[in-house]
């Protein structure tokens, strides 16, 4: 089994900045993709950004230029750095890793339990 866990959620006035972290741990051979996504009350769940396994990165329109992910492959760690915030980035956040398993090789996808985040207009 493979397990996600976040931290770094909280509440920050609007303009403030909150930096998310997430670990892998298990039963991992390497990770591919990893990245985060948000979902707001009321609304469906979102991409914000993901990154290959080669450091390529895509973020969502609406957070460009001031979130950034990054990943730590000997860490099993992908974090998302966000600045500038604003209360319509208010949203739990969830982070997600297609994982290729040992032995078999086979790859699967996981979400992490998800952590609120909440700014203050």
């Known amino acids: 089994q493979v397990q996600l866990v976040e931290s770094g959620g909280g509440v920050v006035q609007s303009g403030g900045s909150l930096r998310l972290s997430c670990v892998a741990s298990g039963s991992i051979f390497s990770i591919n993709a990893m990245g985060w996504y948000r979902q707001a009350p009321g609304k469906q769940r979102e991409l914000v950004a993901t990154?290959?396994?080669?450091?390529?990165?895509n973020y969502a329109d609406s957070v460009k230029g001031r979130f950034t992910i990054s990943r730590d492959n000997a860490k099993n760690t992908v974090s998302l750095q966000m600045n500038s915030l604003k209360p319509e980035d208010t949203a739990v956040y969830y982070c997600n890793c297609n994982v290729r398993r040992p032995t078999t090789l086979s790859t699967s996808v996981y979400w992490g339990q998800g952590t609120q985040v909440t700014v203050s207009s």
């Open positions: 990154i290959t396994s080669d450091d390529s990165t």
